[in-house]
């Protein structure tokens, strides 16, 4: 099958990108959405640049839509995007759910409105289990934000086992399914160059959900 990826720049879409292309899967494309305001991936907020650079590591051309900060408006930006893919001959997206049933129905109900398969490699799987999966498969992936009460220090840190084990000593699913931490993969079987973070600094962004996030100020590609 021809498929779009939706891709986040994070461990769940590249391993769900993965597991797609080893079923024997075409990955045509990966999509991503970027704030207009802020010019940064709206769920993990890498600046659109370093998302492209990290699409180029990975050898599949990006699709990069811009969407506005009002996120009633983001189902309508996102049919528009996946039925613009459609007519480029895409068959379905692949999705890194887990567990989170609602997502689940929405990918699948506006998907599905449009002709296209939502396709969930990861679904239901053991969350242990996929970061085992993750990392034993070679994935590297640093934690670009989390929030606030799992500590400054978990922010700009690789993603290993005991890094992981941490995670969930204070709190978090070990994959980070509700949103608890964010990670950028910087290289792993997918990827034909790898990211090297050169120069970044934590930063506390405060509102309604605080968060520490890494300020990437220099990055290469090897």
């Avoid at 509102?207 to 300020?215: E, K, Q, T, V």
């Amino acid at each position: 099958m021809k498929l779009a990826c939706s891709w986040s720049g994070g461990k769940d879409s590249a391993l769900a990108c993965y597991r797609a292309m080893k079923s024997g899967h075409e990955i045509r494309f990966l999509l991503n959405f970027i704030s207009r305001e802020h010019q940064r991936c709206c769920f993990h907020g890498v600046e659109a640049g370093l998302m492209a650079a990290q699409a180029r590591c990975v050898g599949v051309p990006l699709v990069q839509k811009e969407t506005s900060d009002d996120m009633s408006a983001y189902e309508r930006e996102f049919r528009e995007a996946a039925d613009g893919l459609r007519q480029l001959g895409i068959e379905g997206i692949v999705f890194g759910d887990i567990y989170l049933d609602e997502h689940k129905e929405w990918v699948e109900r506006v998907c599905g409105d449009i002709g296209l398969q939502a396709v969930e490699p990861l679904w239901n799987i053991d969350t242990g289990a996929i970061m085992e999966e993750f990392l034993n498969e070679g994935f590297k992936a640093v934690i670009i934000s989390c929030k606030e009460e799992l500590g400054k220090d978990i922010v700009g840190r690789e993603l290993d086992a005991d890094v992981a084990a941490e995670l969930v000593k204070r709190g978090s699913c070990v994959c980070g399914e509700n949103g608890e931490y964010h990670t950028l993969v910087v290289d792993g079987p997918i990827f034909h160059e790898v990211i090297s973070i050169r120069e970044s600094r934590p930063v506390l962004k405060q509102g309604f959900w605080s968060h520490w996030f890494l300020d990437i100020r220099e990055y290469g590609i090897a």
